[in-house]
Nanobody, 118 residues
Framework: QVQLQESGPGLVKPSQTLSLTCSVS??????????WSWIRQSPGKGLEWIGY???????YYSPSLQSRASISRDSSNNQFSLQLSSVTPEDTAVYYC??????????WGKGTLVTVSS
């Protein structure tokens, strides 16, 4: 069974960098044709895809967040991480990590709430 678990601070100050880690079990983040994504949902809004890191290590971001988002991985610990710089209160959201394979986000973490506030 594939499991994903988000971790990181629940409160970040404006202008600082949000940092989250997703720990994966039951699958390898380097296994072929898997794409490991970050997705968020702000209060009262729909899901917003942030970006992914592929099995190959390549990354791709939403154009709206590309200038501030960075996704990296630690293959030895089977984890991948999100950094979002220069956050504002509009970045307050529940952040999810998810696995994408053959057209579906088939496994999700439970999500973690990050609040941006001074």
């Amino acid at each position: 069974q594939v499991q994903l678990q988000e971790s990181g601070p629940g409160l970040v100050k404006p202008s600082q960098t949000l940092s989250l880690t997703c720990s994966v079990s039951g699958d390898s983040i380097t296994s072929r044709y898997k794409y490991w994504s970050w997705i968020r949902q702000s209060p009262g809004k729909g899901l917003e895809w942030i970006g992914y890191i592929a099995y190959s290590g390549s990354t791709y971001y939403s154009p709206s967040l590309q200038s501030r988002a960075s996704i990296s991985r630690d293959s030895s610990n089977n984890q991948f991480s999100l950094q979002l710089s220069s956050v504002t209160p509009e970045d307050t959201a529940v952040y999810y990590c998810a696995r994408y394979e053959t057209g579906w986000f088939d496994y999700w973490g439970k999500g973690t709430l990050v609040t941006v506030s001074s």
